[in-house]
């Protein structure tokens, strides 16, 4: 009986951590300094916005794909271990990509109708 309550409080601390890590809420104004602290603006762009080193970062890829990215990248990226940008300074940055004004709809310019 003891051995069963245990299990169920240590099940649900474990499920409170797992839901923790899956809603860290990112702050955009510390994502932005951390974006140029933590070098991503020398490939980039200041705002993201690319350049011959590396590709346009909007519109912000999902987070999970964000964070995979960074941690194990897909080719010449250096990749970013928890140490040296971690969960919380992610989803800072991530934050900050995703509050960057959206491109308009081609639909809303004229010229292009
Ligand atoms: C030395 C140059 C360099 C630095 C510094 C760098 N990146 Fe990158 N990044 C790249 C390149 C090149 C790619 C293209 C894919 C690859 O090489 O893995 C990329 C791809 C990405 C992508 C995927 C974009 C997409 O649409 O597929 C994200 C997101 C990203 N970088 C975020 C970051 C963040 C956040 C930082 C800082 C913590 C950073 N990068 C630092 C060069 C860099």
């Given at each position: 009986m003891?051995?069963?309550?245990l299990l169920g409080a240590a099940l649900?601390?474990?499920s409170a951590a797992?839901?923790?890590?899956?809603?860290?809420?990112?702050?955009?104004?510390?994502?932005?300094?951390l974006f140029v602290a933590k070098g991503c603006y020398s490939c980039h762009g200041f705002v993201g916005q690319g350049s011959r080193?590396?590709?346009r970062l909007m519109p912000a890829l999902p987070y999970p794909a964000f964070v995979a990215?960074?941690?194990?990248?897909r080719t010449i990226m250096p990749p970013y271990t928890a140490t040296l940008v971690n969960d919380q300074q992610?989803?800072?940055i991530h934050a900050y990509l995703e509050s960057q004004p959206k491109p308009p709809d081609p639909?809303?310019?004229k010229l292009l109708q």
């Open positions: 003891k051995i069963n309550l649900v601390l474990f797992a839901f923790a890590q899956d809603s860290l809420k990112g702050n955009a104004q510390t994502g932005k300094d080193e590396g590709p990215q960074l941690r194990t990248p992610a989803a800072d639909k809303s310019i």
